[in-house]
């Protein structure tokens, strides 16, 4: 099992900036690629980033490249979701996720319980 909890969500005007933070305990969390998605009300959960074992590779939804970027601590068993020129479109209860796939499908084996980000206009 993996457990993982977000923080750092909260409300933010159009054009600010938010990080968000995933902790994980349990399972070696270097063995797990890690992703962060997010649901807006009445909305499917979408892809937003994910970023493989060693951080080397990540992969963006077209929505967001170039302003948000995802990274990740192996030694703290942590990832982060850097979200900057934030759009009132980005409000949605963001998640993250592990799997042992490198994949921006929902097929993640854990997930977060979400932290809410609200873009104001």
């Known amino acids: 099992q993996v457990q993982l909890v977000e923080s750092g969500g909260g409300l933010v005007q159009a054009g600010g900036s938010l990080r968000l933070s995933c902790a994980a305990s349990?399972?070696?969390?270097?063995?797990?690629?890690m992703g962060w998605f997010r649901q807006a009300p009445g909305k499917e959960r979408d892809f937003v980033a994910t970023?493989?074992?060693?951080?080397?590779?990540?992969v963006y939804a077209d929505s967001v490249k170039g302003r948000f970027t995802i990274s990740r601590d192996n030694a703290k068993n942590t990832v982060y979701l850097y979200m900057n020129s934030l759009k009132p479109e980005d409000t949605a209860v963001y998640y993250c996720?592990?799997?042992?796939?490198?994949?921006?499908?929902?097929?993640?084996?854990?997930w977060g319980q979400g932290t809410q980000v609200t873009v104001s206009s």
């Open positions: 996720a592990a799997s042992t796939m490198f994949t921006t499908s929902t097929s993640y084996d854990y």
């Open positions: 349990g399972r070696t969390f270097r063995n797990y690629a």
């Open positions: 970023i493989s074992w060693s951080g080397g590779s990540t």
